[in-house]
């Protein structure tokens, strides 16, 4: 089963502009992951936020959490057509070395 | 270093049959672990092995298993194999556990006819 879904299923915007995923999950969680994945390729590790961080950057990404709504937010600002993929939250839970991805969200990104 | 490896890249099978998947994790590595993706039911976690020992398994049928090897390459095998089971497998690896990141192979995309 699937900790985590994702809002919206497909987003669709030109390049330039900002993409903001939202990934909400069922339990407490120690970390919250996201990753991309290119058309039916492995995934690629993007960015870690802690259960007692609200915020978090790494060059074009900016992620939030907040646990009290057990939700959390990727925003890619200024979208290139190269970050046309699929971005999945991930979540653990508790004392185990899980890793549980939510259902993903479709990004397509217009040149 | 080399990144995680996965070997067959595709596969095709017909029902009942059975087939072994393989992954080598990246060097220094000793944490593999296996999923399941498919368009219906997304990324599934299948199981976790750590130094040669099964940490975490996820809701699958006892067709699914798996093992790892002293040197951290780990394969998964699935007997008995019906249609529903095709799907792309990801193999990912790290040097101990989730935090701070997985590393995903290519994946075997697994066809059953």
């Known amino acids: 089963s699937q900790q985590g879904e994702e809002d919206p299923q497909a987003l669709s915007i030109q390049e330039g502009e900002n993409a903001t995923m939202n990934c909400s999950y069922k339990?407490?969680?120690?970390?919250l992951q996201w990753y991309r994945q290119n058309s039916g390729r492995g995934l690629v590790h993007l960015i870690l936020i802690r259960s007692n961080e609200r915020e978090k950057h790494s060059g074009r990404l900016r992620v939030t959490l907040d646990t009290s709504k057990k939700s959390s937010s990727l925003l890619i600002t200024a979208s290139r057509a190269a970050d046309t993929a699929s971005y999945f939250c991930a979540t653990d839970a508790r004392n185990t070395d899980k890793l549980i991805f939510g259902t993903g969200t479709r990004l397509q990104v217009f040149p | 270093k080399a990144g995680v490896t996965q070997t067959p890249r595709y596969l095709i099978k017909t029902r009942g049959q059975q087939v072994t998947l393989s992954c080598s994790p990246i060097s220094g590595h000793r944490s593999v672990s296996w999923y399941q993706q498919t368009p219906g039911q997304g990324l599934q976690f299948l199981f976790e092995?750590?130094?040669?020992?099964?940490?975490n398994k996820g809701n699958f049928p006892g067709r699914f298993s798996g093992r790892q090897f002293s040197n951290s390459r780990s394969e998964m095998n699935v007997s008995t194999l019906e249609l529903g089971d095709s799907a792309l497998y990801l193999c990912?690896?790290?040097?101990?556990?989730?935090?701070?990141?997985?590393?995903f192979g290519p994946g075997t995309r697994l066809t059953v006819l």
């Open positions: 990912a690896s790290s040097l101990a556990g989730i935090f701070p990141g997985l590393f």
């Open positions: 339990t407490s969680i120690n970390n």
């Open positions: 092995y750590f130094s040669e020992t099964q940490r």
